[in-house]
Structure formats: structure tokens, C-alpha cells
């Protein structure tokens, strides 16, 4: 394709149009605007980290996948629940709730609306000790934060050995500008 | 710690193949390993206090080697959604779709319809960016008060993910003190937009959820 563009050597003659075009129907069209008709169906989502991953069954992941928001807690809190207090000792017993004063029912009535909650009014920190859920920064230490929330019961001090993975930090600096991410590897 | 063993390993039986695998990455078969799927979604308050940065990664560990052949699908459509009234059901969209050598933009708009079916809302705010090749310096753009940037980065997620998996399989009771990061020198593709508070509700608490959507 490079070798189209400089033979044609116009920058208003876009690539894509062309190939986008041409595979449709091998008729070359010359268009400025690339073709973005068409419908698009759900294949993924993510508001929350590791949600799917910790809390939806192997046999229900695609489903969680293409159920909006707005229905996800009544088609999937009770798998949440069931699979919380199967995994974790720290929900074993009735009564048991985590460091946010949450019952198993409460908790995973949250995290089944897999949504991110995002403040516009100041922090936004998935948890920083004080702010709770009003976004996710991307030094923030999710995963430990969620398995305390998991495993660490009522005040943070049960299974210890399972309530932090101790890797509290990414690889590289991140950026404190746009784009923010740090360059790849 | 007997019981804990002993209930992490009940746990295994009724659970299977409930793992916890990154903090999306990888999450489903009909996604794992394409386009469309979304290893994490971020928010957070940008440099400009004024302004959100949404960060939406696809396609994870990224060795190296193989990052710079990854690219974006032009049939596969990714979306911010923003519910700004409290009800889950999205406002507004952002949605971002590469054509070519450039990643577009399209809003903050209403999106004609909610749900899992969307069309390209090209009346909303169009913008672009030039996608960021491997090994370049990051290639950025503004429009209408907003910063956009598409291409890989490293992956910023970090987790001992491997250790997880050995407790989960009940061959280890603990983590490790000191952890490995699994996704250490790993890549993903990113698209990441800065959008000003004020076209995303202004004031108090939104929800907001990444989704990647193919053409049909």
C-alpha cells in the first residue's frame, strides 16, 4: 500500500478508503471520508477490574459480557454471592462482611452493576484509604484492594496470606502528562 | 490456615475454572486473544483538574517482540459509555474506531440508541489522531478541549497473577513477599481520551463502562 500512496503522492486520497472500499466490492471509489456505516454488537465490557474474571463462571463470562448494566444485577448478583462466599473464608459465616460495613449480599449486589463510579468533584481512586469508588487512577492498587475487600474481613486483618499479593506498583513510571501510560516495552 | 486450604479447595471444586486472571484481561473465550478484548478501563482526574482522562486497553500481554505487528480492527468499535443520571443506562458515548493510520473519534454525544447495538454517532464531535507506531514517541492531538492518543503502551496493570493461579489450584497457601509482576514488561494497545468535566455532566458522581463492539 505504501507504494499506491507514493505513486499517487495525493495526501487527499485517503488509504483507508481505498482498501475499505475495494474490499467490499473491488471497485475503487475516490472518497475523502472514510465509511464508518454499519452496526456494531457488543463483544466486551469493563467498568470494574476483574469483575468477570473473579466473580461470573467460566460458563457465564460472554453472557456477563453482552448484558447491559442496568440488568446485570438482577441476572447475576446471586452467582456473585454464591461464588463469593464459596471462595472466601472471610464470607463462610452469615453475618460476615468486609472492611466497608458489607454483607456478601451487599458487596456483591455492588459489583454485579459492573460499572466504574467517577467523581467529577475531586479524587478519583478506586481506594486510597478515604475516597471509596470514585474512579480508577492507574497507580492505584486494585487487585490488593479487592482482595482484602475479598478475604480480609471485617477489619482488614483476616487471611493475610491471601488479602495482598505484594506487587503494589507497575513496572514502569507513569506519566504525570497525557497520554499518561508509559511508553511500551 | 487448614481451613483455609480446606475451603479454597472446596471452593475449586464448585467453582472450576473461576479465576481471577488480571483485572480483565483475557476474561472470556469469545473475546480472548482478539480485538475486542478489553484488558482494562480507567478514570481518573487528569492533569487538568478540569478534565477526566479515560484509558481503555485492548489486547494484553504484548511481548516486545510482538507489539510491533499488533494493531487496531477497523471492524472493531470501542465505546466509553457515561451514565450521568444515575441509572446505569448510558447518556453519552465516546466511541473510537481506527480507519487507516488514524484513530477517530466520535462525542461525547447521546448515542441514537442504548444497549448492546450501536451505529457510529458521526454527529457528534469528530476528532482524530494519528495511531502512534511502535517505537515512535506518542503522537497526540486536541479538539474541542480534549487530548486524544492511540497505540501501545506498556501495560500499565500489575498483579503476581501466576501466584494467584497456584493458589487457586492448591498448590500454594500464600502469596509471595516479595511479588512478580506477571504483566512486567508486557504491552497493550491503548486509547486513552481527556475529555473536559463540563461535556460529561459537570458536577457530582457518574458511571461510566468500556465496551468493544464488531461490526456486523
Not at chain 1, 456505516?37 to 461470573?56: E, I, Y
Not at chain 2, 476474561?27 to 480485538?35: E, I, K, Y
Not at chain 2, 441509572?87 to 440508541?113: C, H, T, W
Not at chain 2, 504491552?187 to 459537570?202: D, F
Request: glycine letters at 8%; charged letters at 15%.
Amino acid at each position: 500500500m505504501k507504494t499506491i500512496k507514493s505513486i499517487l503522492g495525493i495526501a487527499l486520497i485517503s488509504l483507508f478508503t481505498l482498501s475499505s472500499c475495494s474490499s467490499d466490492d473491488n471497485t475503487i471509489v475516490i472518497d475523502n471520508t472514510p465509511d464508518f456505516s454499519g452496526t456494531f454488537a457488543q463483544q466486551d465490557q469493563m467498568g470494574r477490574p476483574a469483575v468477570n474474571t473473579v466473580f461470573v463462571g467460566s460458563a457465564s463470562k460472554d453472557t456477563f459480557n453482552t448484558t447491559i448494566p442496568s440488568q446485570q444485577s438482577a441476572a447475576f448478583q446471586a452467582m456473585f454471592e454464591t461464588n463469593l462466599t464459596g471462595l472466601s473464608p472471610a464470607f463462610a459465616n452469615p453475618g460476615d462482611q468486609n472492611a466497608l460495613g458489607q454483607d456478601a449480599a451487599t458487596f456483591t449486589g455492588l459489583l454485579a452493576t459492573d460499572v466504574l463510579n467517577v467523581s467529577l468533584d475531586g479524587t478519583t481512586t478506586f481506594f486510597d484509604g478515604t475516597n471509596v469508588l470514585t474512579g480508577r487512577a492507574l497507580a492505584d492498587d486494585v487487585i490488593t484492594v479487592e482482595l482484602l475487600l475479598i478475604f480480609g474481613g471485617e477489619d482488614f486483618t483476616e487471611n493475610p496470606n491471601l488479602s495482598d499479593d505484594n506487587v503494589d506498583a507497575n513496572d514502569k513510571p507513569f506519566l504525570s502528562s497525557f497520554p499518561y501510560l508509559a511508553s511500551p516495552w | 490456615m487448614k481451613r483455609v486450604t480446606t475451603i479454597l479447595g472446596i471452593s475449586i471444586v464448585l467453582i472450576g475454572s473461576f479465576f481471577l486472571i488480571a483485572a480483565d484481561h483475557i476474561d472470556a473465550p469469545a473475546v480472548q486473544g482478539t480485538s475486542s478484548d478489553i484488558t482494562d478501563f480507567y478514570a481518573f482526574q487528569g492533569e487538568d483538574t478540569n478534565s477526566i482522562a479515560f484509558v481503555v486497553n485492548t489486547q494484553g500481554l504484548l511481548s516486545p517482540a510482538a507489539t510491533g505487528n499488533a494493531s487496531f480492527n477497523e471492524n472493531t468499535l470501542i465505546e466509553i459509555n457515561i451514565d450521568t443520571s444515575g441509572d446505569n443506562v448510558e447518556d453519552l458515548v465516546i466511541q473510537a474506531i481506527p480507519r487507516g493510520d488514524k484513530m477517530y473519534f466520535f462525542g461525547p454525544v447521546a448515542p441514537s440508541a442504548t444497549g448492546l447495538n450501536s451505529v457510529i454517532e458521526t454527529s457528534g464531535t469528530a476528532s482524530s489522531v494519528d495511531i502512534t507506531a511502535y517505537g515512535s514517541a506518542a503522537i497526540t492531538e486536541t479538539n474541542n478541549g480534549m487530548k486524544f492518543f492511540a497505540g501501545p503502551r506498556d501495560d500499565p496493570f500489575f498483579m503476581d497473577f501466576a501466584q494467584y493461579g497456584e493458589i487457586i489450584a492448591g498448590n500454594a497457601t500464600s502469596f509471595n513477599d516479595p511479588g512478580s509482576d506477571t504483566f512486567a514488561g508486557t504491552n497493550v494497545l491503548s486509547i486513552v481520551v481527556e475529555v473536559p468535566k463540563s461535556l460529561i455532566g459537570g458536577s457530582g458522581t457518574i458511571n461510566v463502562w468500556a465496551e468493544s463492539k464488531g461490526k456486523q
